[in-house]
């Protein structure tokens, strides 16, 4: 189940998105690193159907694991931009 947390600030609103399993773990591949820091992806466990519409009111959204194809069946993001570390999806968004 995908952890997600939304802060506010300003005028952004930023959604990190990660499967609980991956909080605390840090991810390398050559010189790709990833911590996914509880500090800025913990948060409450929710639906993925939650966090779809959570992205869809985003600024901004950081997004780790297995959130990621759904996001890009919505077309929240691209294959292109997605990152692969240690078996791990990774991607981020912003609007303009």
Do not use: W
Not at 3 to 24: A, F
Not at 58 to 74: F, K, Q, R, W, Y
């Amino acid at each position: 189940m995908p952890e997600m947390n939304i802060r506010r600030k300003g005028e952004e609103t930023i959604v990190t998105v990660c499967d609980s399993e991956l909080l605390g773990k840090k991810l390398e591949d050559g010189k790709l690193k990833l911590e996914v820091n509880r500090e800025f992806y913990e948060g409450e466990k929710v639906s993925v159907e939650e966090c779809l519409e959570a992205i869809e009111n985003a600024t901004i959204a950081n997004l780790v694991g297995s959130i990621i194809e759904p996001a890009i069946d919505a077309g929240y993001i691209s294959e292109d931009h997605v990152l692969t570390i240690e078996e791990v999806k990774h991607a981020q968004m912003a609007t303009p």
